[in-house]
């Protein structure tokens, strides 16, 4: 088994009531005395999350402006889903919060099922206790509900975020227009690799960006009609594994591998290195949430970053953010992550309390600001009423708030706008506008909601996923023929997948009489 790595940063403990210098007169009721909220959360940064000179300072104002004593325990994100699944395990020790990635499992269905997780119904619907929480939208809430009951908060996101984003230089450069259909992705892809896209007259670049994570190939399939996920077939949902359309886009893909349009050991990469191949001028393309993209240009644009435009040097490189490819796109289900509360540990009224006061406290204008964008007069002074980041000559004073996003929310919406703010820039503008136009084109999963109650599903169903998934890798590394990708279908219907879309389809029927 791979080592588990946990790192515990912080735990401090401070008694009675100091209010933070940085935060605004109006403030929460702070009660006399104070829990303490273990909070297990996802690091992307190798050991450095809240790390560094100001960091304890940071965290001491997040205790006192939210009332509680914050233990954080730190997971690398490839060992996220292996931590969560040893805490499990332990009840009696898991965290009182545990971040999830993606959207609610089968083993997380089963977990519920056993009272593992605090009905958070009975709790977060309190407008006066939890102004942003109780925000959640009643759909959203749905898709996190087993038997009823509401286990998780989700870390709410746009819905229109996925889209494929590529080099706007490197297609001037080759005279290429914006990809409307398959084909000219297709294209775009091959003239990166092979046609000098970068002028250095060398065979040094690979069209697509792609590691490990495969969720690039489920947006590339909704290009040729599959769904999200799953579908509505002639009045029945069914998984897109079973979609005509699905291995069309699987001949797509494969042929983009064979023809070397992305990195032969793409399925090895970690996915921590993603955004390197765009970065560094290797890769032209990339296919995935289109806020990425946008980083990668503010990469691109940055003094100490700084690349070159190929068109004119004295400008930076950019990318285009752009959503829908024949029209379609992968939607999101409103959220990317949610917050289970531990029953065995959140044991007391108090507790929990503590822990969805947090969550919610997190939320407001100060903790926003101070989780992303660190300590005014250290890492951003506010001019003419907008956030500016200070160029300190240390850029490792971002490690001071660094992943500290990863504990909001982001509720009740994730269009807020807190005061003070980060002025738009024309790279952020980009995005928002990236987001509006993919918003009609953006494929929704039609079984979410249903899946989360089906009981094979819990039981089953992400061995069953995970069976698809390798055979689709397999498929496009050309390890097995279409027939036997279709021996894997059936494979899957036998060990449960029939008990599942019987389930799924019972409800689906049941709510659309």
Known sequence: MMKVVYRIISIVLVFGLVLCSGCKEKKREQSAERETVTFMSISFNSGKSNTGEYADEILKRIEDYCNCNLVLIWSENDLLEENI???????????????????????????????????????????????????????????????????????????????????????????????????????????????????????????????????????????????????????????????????????????????????????????????????????????????????????????????????????????????????????????????????????????IEAALTLLDRLCDDEMLVLTQYGIEGINYEVRDGYIEKIDTGKPELTNNYADLNQLLAYLPSTEHVTEPHVKDTERQEAQKAAYEKALSSAVINPAGIYLVNSATYAEVGEQLQEMINNARIRYIYGEITKKELLEVNTEWLKQGGQSILNEVNTQYRSKNR
């Open 85 to 351: 699944a040893l805490e499990l395990a332990s009840p009696s020790t898991m965290p009182m919060i545990m971040t999830h990635g993606g959207s609610v499992t089968g083993k997380i269905v089963s977990a519920a099922k056993s009272g593992l997780f605090v009905d958070l119904n009975d709790y977060i619907w309190d407008k006066e206790k939890y102004p942003n929480l109780s925000g959640l939208l009643p759909s959203v809430a749905a898709s996190l509900s087993v038997d009823g009951h509401l286990i998780a908060i989700p870390r709410a996101r746009a819905v229109a975020r996925y889209g494929l984003c590529y080099r706007a230089d490197w297609a001037e450069k080759l005279g290429l227009k914006e990809p409307e259909t398959p084909q000219d992705v297709y294209d775009m892809l091959y003239a990166f690799t092979y046609n000098d896209p970068d002028g250095n007259g060398l065979d040094d670049t690979i069209g697509l960006e792609m590691t490990s994570y495969t969720g690039p190939f489920d947006i590339i399939q909704t290009w040729f009609g599959c769904g999200n996920g799953w579908a509505e077939v002639n009045g029945n949902l069914i998984p897109v594994h079973m979609q005509m359309e699905y291995f069309t886009a699987l001949d797509y893909i494969k042929k983009l591998y064979d023809d070397g349009l992305m990195a032969a050991d793409w399925a090895a990469r970690p996915t921590d290195t993603w955004e390197d191949g765009c970065k560094t001028g290797k890769n032209g393309v990339f296919i995935d949430v289109m806020d990425s993209g946008r980083r990668i240009w503010d990469y691109f644009v940055s003094d100490a970053h700084f690349t070159p435009s190929v068109i004119d040097p004295t400008k930076p490189a950019s990318m285009n953010l752009y959503g829908a490819v024949n029209g379609r796109t992968l939607a999101t289900s409103g959220y990317n992550g949610y917050f289970t509360l531990s029953a065995a540990t959140c044991d007391t009224p108090e507790k």
